[in-house]
T-cell receptor, first 118, second 111 residues
Framework: GAVVSQHPSWVICKSGTSVKIECRSLDFQATTMFWYRQFPKQSLMLMATSNEGSKATYEQGVEKDKFLINHASLTLSTLTVTSAHPEDSSFYIC??????????????FGPGTRLTVL | AQRVTQPEKLLSVFKGAPVELKCNYSYSGSPELFWYVQYSRQRLQLLLRHISRESIKGFTADLNKGETSFHLKKPFAQEEDSAMYYCALSGLNQAGTALIFGKGTTLSVSS
């Protein structure tokens, strides 16, 4: 099946610094990717939709200047957490739709990136 | 409003017991329903989807439009079924759209 990777798998940074997280579709192209945030033992909350060649679409309540998204190519989307603060500490997960394989809206998820801001 | 509700945060059962993880949804159009599973320290992966009406690892789920439910069932739980289970929703025939997730239910199967 299709594979989505994320890098890094975990990162620790100081408050006030910026952190970049990469999401790659390894064996398929994705014009759209999704970024989710997951708090411990809680659901995945959609943050934004990353669109190749155009601006990302952010969900209500998500600061676009805080969470910069760049969809540089058909296989890469990046999420940059700018001026990170401890409250930004979370598990960030990306996903990419693999097309309607067999008629289904199937999505493939990355392994996630654990961000800890000190 | 589009919403997925999983009322149980935790479900603990003994090995061999039947399991039912509840999922109810609210969607204005025709929905496409999924169950995703997340084993410890692993990525989220698709377990099954309502359209295919398949059984994966002994799990089944039937879409009940009247009750707007998509409960996940397994007649005999195994210890390796212990994981976090998420019910998810998207619009039917809306390829490439984001999924709406429920809050998840942790299934713990003990011997």
């Amino acid at each position: 099946g299709a594979v989505v990777s994320q890098h890094p798998s975990w990162v620790i940074c100081k408050s006030g610094t910026s952190v970049k997280i990469e999401c790659r579709s390894l064996d398929f192209q994705a014009t759209t990717m999704f970024w989710y945030r997951q708090f411990p033992k809680q659901s995945l909350m959609l943050m934004a939709t990353s669109n190749e060649g155009s601006k990302a679409t952010y969900e209500q309540g998500v600061e676009k200047d805080k969470f910069l998204i760049n969809h540089a190519s058909l296989t890469l989307s990046t999420l940059t957490v700018t001026s990170a603060h401890p409250e930004d500490s979370s598990f960030y997960i990306c996903s990419a739709p693999g097309g309607r394989t067999g008629g289904y809206n199937e999505q493939f998820f990355g392994p996630g990136t654990r961000l800890t801001v000190l | 409003a589009q919403r997925v509700t999983q009322p149980e945060k935790l479900l603990s059962v003994f090995k061999g017991a039947p399991v039912e993880l509840k999922c109810n949804y609210s969607y204005s159009g025709s929905p496409e329903l999924f169950w995703y599973v997340q084993y410890s320290r692993q990525r989220l992966q698709l377990l099954l989807r309502h359209i295919s009406r398949e059984s994966i690892k002994g799990f089944t789920a039937d879409l009940n439009k009247g009750e707007t439910s998509f409960h996940l069932k397994k007649p005999f739980a195994q210890e390796e079924d212990s994981a976090m289970y998420y019910c998810a929703l998207s619009g039917l025939n809306q390829a490439g759209t984001a999924l709406i997730f429920g809050k998840g239910t942790t299934l713990s199967v003990s011997s």
